[in-house]
């Protein structure tokens, strides 16, 4: 229903035009040395709308006060907010119930809440966490804080040349002692997208829950997480056109209910002494002191944005970018794309022969365009292909055709400079 | 474009594409090993130290130009220098790169060349991470050479 309405454009909603989106974000009107700002650093982080901005700014305005604990109206002000925040994440996630929405700072401490809460009490020196070589650190690094504290182990998926996850091998990784498949929705350093609904049907065939990484698909991709059936969803806000130090979990609530605390402190108890302290309902559980209210507020307006729009829009328009860049950029001597799965989103990963890719990045920089250079928090997937790192462009709704050919011009008069 | 020609002047290509000095010492008396976490670079510094005198330098690894011409130049500058002037030479090559503070060049002879690095502040750990390494390598307490 909802994403059907996303097809069609939201009641009021005008065509999809990248030149007059951009209106929206203050940010892309920059300069930076003396150019016009061209940001291919999507992947990084997005550009916001003047519709968070206005958001956050409103808040701090006009509702600030505690939450959940006011008998005064500002408080309750700020709780209506935020729960309305809440439910814009269930809605736009397609969870059946806010109670199933968990607000964290990002991806990174959605994955450390399951790993330390839902995971580490079920792990034993017998079991295992499956992962994909696509992952970036943040789903490495968790995982491998669980298995040194509980003797568990740590298998990985491996890839292809192209950048696929090599599905035959899940197969087998996936045994009796699976505790846990934790994989990426879509490759950070790499754009593939994942076959999740191949991996989530594998896994749960053998009771494998799984964990879905979003960070990188939220904004890109129409997402419905009970139509996936995946067990946790975790994303960030910042890469989603919403402010940084917020994200959200989207975890299945009879896994929430069942799941300890996280962290203890204020709002997430029901009653305490020193006795016996009662822990609150699902997601109060989970989320312990004043959290970032402004930020879910603007997590919040910053997923409505991207449902006005449309999401399938925006992959539509996203898709026409990385089409037309990869085609630009294939045509360049020299020139090698890491990652070439037939499923990706719109990450183009690539090395000049002879330059490293921090040259690539000050040279592209000196003319306004910003890129990311290195190996982008996934250094195993540059191990897998014998390469400190790549230069990697990544495009977001406001980007142009006319911005990719500008990173084209940046890449020419790198290689004329080292020619 | 104009600071970027000064950034990426010929002489850094000409250490980039020939690197002098990039090979291990048989007989080094200090070694370390360097890395920047930023890009994934690592490098690995050898001296031969005779009598307080730096008498032979060598380096392994390197990664952007930058850093690959700084490890160069600096193995070529070293030859023959005493190693209590070490640490004067990586103060001035530091905030030359940094900006820190007005520094006489003339002292660094051809590794003047990188003083347009100042302008990019992402790259002063690029050229630093040689430095680095050496500093290590001359005194262990410095530990494992990390340029975050």
């Known amino acids: 229903m909802k994403v059907d309405r996303e097809v069609v454009g939201a009641p009021g909603a005008v065509p999809f035009d990248a030149a007059r989106l951009r209106e929206d974000f203050p940010l892309l009107r920059e300069r930076v040395r003396g150019r016009p700002l061209v940001y291919l650093d999507n ?3 997005t550009q916001k709308p003047e519709a968070v901005i206005e958001a956050i700014a409103s808040y701090y305005r006009h509702d600030n006060a505690n939450i959940h604990r006011g008998v005064h109206a500002l408080s309750q002000r700020a709780t209506d907010l935020y729960e309305a925040a809440r439910r814009t994440v269930q809605r736009f996630l397609g ?8 607000f964290v700072r990002g991806t990174t401490e959605a994955i450390n809440l399951v790993a330390q809460s839902f995971a580490r009490p079920r792990l034993g020196p017998e079991d295992d966490i499956v992962v994909s070589a696509l992952e970036h650190h943040s789903n490495i690094v968790p995982w491998q804080l669980v298995c040194a504290a509980t003797g568990a182990s740590l298998r990985v998926i491996p890839v292809d040349d192209a ?3 090599e599905l035959g091998m ?11 498949v934790a994989v990426t929705h879509v490759s950070n350093a790499i ?11 594998l896994a749960h ?5 799984v964990l879905v990484d979003g960070a990188q698909a939220v904004s890109h991709l129409p997402l419905d997480v009970a139509a996936l059936d995946c067990d946790f969803y975790a994303f960030s806000g910042h890469k989603v056109l919403g402010p940084t130090g917020i994200g959200a979990l989207y975890a299945k609530g009879r896994h929430l209910e069942a799941m300890p605390p996280y962290q203890g402190g204020g709002d997430m108890i029901r009653t305490v002494t020193f006795g016996k302290t009662d822990f609150a309902d699902v997601p109060a559980k989970f989320e312990a002191g004043t959290p970032n209210i402004a930020g879910a507020i603007g997590l919040g307006a910053a997923l409505e944005y991207v449902e006005r729009v449309g999401r399938a829009q925006i992959a539509r328009h996203e898709r026409d970018l990385l089409d037309y860049a990869t085609a630009r950029l294939a045509a360049i001597p020299g020139l090698r794309i890491y990652g070439t799965a037939r499923e990706k989103a719109a990450i183009v990963s690539f090395a000049l022969e002879g330059m490293h890719p921090h040259d690539v990045g000050t040279i592209l920089d000196a003319g306004g365009v910003a890129i990311r250079a290195g190996h982008h928090c996934a250094m195993p997937l540059m191990q897998r292909y014998g390469i400190p790192g790549t230069a990697r462009a990544s495009f977001a709704l406001y980007n142009t055709r006319e911005e990719i ?3 084209v011009e940046g890449i020419e008069e790198a290689r004329r400079l080292f020619a | 474009m104009n600071e970027l020609r000064e950034l990426y002047q010929q002489v850094i290509f000409d250490h980039y594409k020939r690197p002098r000095n990039r090979h291990a010492l048989d007989h080094a008396s200090h070694e370390a090993e360097g890395h920047n976490p930023l890009c994934g670079d690592n490098v690995k510094v050898y001296l031969q130290v005779e009598g307080g005198v730096i008498r032979d330098v060598g380096f392994e690894g390197g990664g952007c130009a930058i850093a690959t011409a700084s490890a160069s130049l600096m193995t070529e500058m070293l030859k023959g220098k005493r190693v209590e002037e070490v640490a004067h030479l990586f103060d001035e090559f530091h905030d030359m790169v940094t900006g820190e503070r007005p520094v006489d060049t003339a002292q660094l002879g051809k590794l003047e060349v990188l003083a347009g690095v100042r302008e990019f ?8 991470l040689a430095w680095h390494t050496l500093r290590a390598a001359l005194d262990p307490r410095h530990g494992r050479v990390s340029t975050e």
Do not use: Y
């Open chain 1, 405 to 407: 050919d500008a990173l």
């Open chain 1, 170 to 180: 899940l197969d087998k990784l996936v045994g009796p002692r699976t505790r846990l």
């Open chain 1, 191 to 201: 754009g593939t997208i994942l076959p999740l609904e191949r991996i989530i049907a």
């Open chain 1, 205 to 209: 065939e053998r009771k494998v829950p």
């Open chain 1, 163 to 165: 950048g696929e996850i």
């Open chain 1, 43 to 45: 992947a990084a982080t």
């Open chain 1, 95 to 102: 969870a059946a119930s806010p109670r199933e929405v968990v």
């Open chain 2, 121 to 128: 502040p992402a790259r002063v750990k690029c050229a630093t």
